[in-house]
């Protein structure tokens, strides 16, 4: 009895899970099925909503771009059928060539392909081409339809490949009048294949078709004249008498099928290259009217990810099938443990947000904080460069009092030589008046320069420039002084790449430190400031040397640090070194003590010799 019982109990129990295991494949299964064909109708619907939004953006600017490019040499026409020479010309008053070279200046100014004139009869008379050996002089071109258009008082646009350079370019044309007459046409040809290099450039598909769908623009050669759809033999016998696209034979493009996307755009599977893989591609064609040239501009977008993006909704919902049904097996067998792991899981995710949370928080303090550095330094450097000019302040306006001075005594000097009737006295004093009012003005407007802020950008800066800069500001100290100051000139100018205003600060603050040093030496002997510039391995070393009291060794280590000062007491703040050295580093550069043989202090500034690093080195401009 109990055997029976027993044996009766097996098979149940082993039963229960087997039919629980394949009542989840069941549904898994169906619900992978159902899963695979939402996500791929969705992303296929997703992807086409992302494309059909770009290729409107991408058609509105490529329409841009075609009708500016017509609209840039609109006015041409107009204003050589103004022009009196054109008028003599077509009235056989005057000879072509003043009018070939007049309409040469203009092309050449424009940029335009080739601008030209015709008679009535369609026979150019003059061309901005005509000492070439494809001139239009002398050809006849009454068969284009942009001729017709002008002769008969309108407004002709035409794209057509040249028929005597074989080169395609749209033509515009307006006609010549004399009172009520036509008596010529003014033509321009503008060359459009920049569009197809800048499309090809940026990976596009772009074409653009004219009203008889031939396509004369496109990014990939091979598209170029040829047709979307077969043409009319009348509109090929009609192209063929305008000799329009030369003697090409226009053939449609061979598109295999066509099909319209979940949005309604056109899908067409155009066969490539016989020597490319794959043979044939899927596009999204987007297109839009051109009204004012009569054209069609096309959009195709290459669906080729597409088709990556389907696999890979598959994929995905190959594995959320698995997952699922991995999720079914472990839920009927250990259930308690999947819960237990989810906790888990939904923990471990919490901490990492938290720490993510955090990490980003420190970040942007960090950037907050860097920002605020950068701000505190340009303010330093500024409140330094203000704080020399004050110092140096009494100077200047000694400098600028003495002209002054001089000024007022000329002016009552010539107001007595004028009541003499000494005019030849009173202009020379005119003459000394204005002599020294350049001067006053000279230093003024490059003190405003010098005490406003930096751009903040590096160019190639002349050093020479900026060094006679820095010495017309310490100009009164120098005078002053019994100072013999030194320049050793290089034969050609050197430039290096720094900001013109700052690398002026950098040199004030040396030169003055140096007369400072100096002021303060204890010997009598007479003191000289010397400055010389080398070049090594790409950079420029300016040298600033003075006999004054030098640099204690023990002060070395500290002399570039901020409010470090070797001065007595209310005659530095410390900053000049130290914002010197900084400004040095802002640009790629360094500042040293050099050890000097002689007595004084040799100081060392390197930077990057613009030449040698890039001499078309350019400063990045902001838009003011």
Sequence with gaps: MNESTQSDNRPQSGKVPYNGYLLILLITLIG???????????????????????????????????????????????????????????????????????????????????????????????????????SFVGSNYHFRPYFQDAIQGGQGQFFAVGA??????????????????????????????????????????VLVADSDGVIFLASNPEWKYHSLKAIDANILKRLSTERKYSSRIITPLEIHKQRLSPLGHTIIELAASPDQLPRSTNYLMHQRPLSELNWTLYYLTDLKDLVYKKRSANFIALLITLLLALTGFIFINRSQSRRLLEERVARRTQELNETNRRLLKEIDTRIETEEQLRQTHEELVQAEKLAALGQMSAGIVHEISQPLSAMQTFVASSRLLLQRGDNSGAIENLDDIGSMVRRVTSIVTHLKSFASKSRGHTSPVEIQKVLENALLILRPRLDDSTIQLTIKKTPQPL??????????????????????????????APHQLKIWTETNNGRVHIFIADTGTGINPDDLPKVFDPFFTTKPQGEGLGLGLSVSYGIAKEFGGDLEVVNNADRGSLFKLSLDNAHETGSHHESKQTES
């Design 495 to 524: 430039y290096v790449i720094a900001d013109e205003i700052k690398l002026e600060q950098i040199l004030i603050n040396l030169i003055r430190n140096a007369l400072d040093a100096m002021q303060q030496a204890v010997h009598t």
């Design 32 to 134: 992978g099925i159902a899963l695979a064909y939402g996500l791929t109708r969705w992303t296929e619907y997703q992807h086409f909503e992302m494309l059909d939004r770009q290729g409107n953006e991408r058609l509105e600017l490529y329409a841009s771009t075609v009708q500016s490019a017509k609209q840039r040499f609109d006015y041409l026409p107009f204003i050589v059928s103004r022009d009196r020479q054109v008028r003599a010309l077509l009235k056989g008053l005057i000879s072509g060539d003043p009018v070939s070279k007049k309409l040469h200046s203009w092309q050449t100014e424009s940029a335009a392909a080739v601008l030209y004139l015709m008679d009535h009869q369609g026979n150019v008379l003059a061309s901005s081409n005509w000492q070439d050996s494809q």
């Design 164 to 205: 005597s350079t074989g080169q395609p370019g749209l033509f515009l044309s307006r006609p010549v009048w004399d009172e009520e007459t036509i008596i010529g046409v003014a033509v321009v040809k503008i060359d459009m294949t920049q569009l197809e290099t800048d499309w090809a450039l940026g990976g596009e598909n």
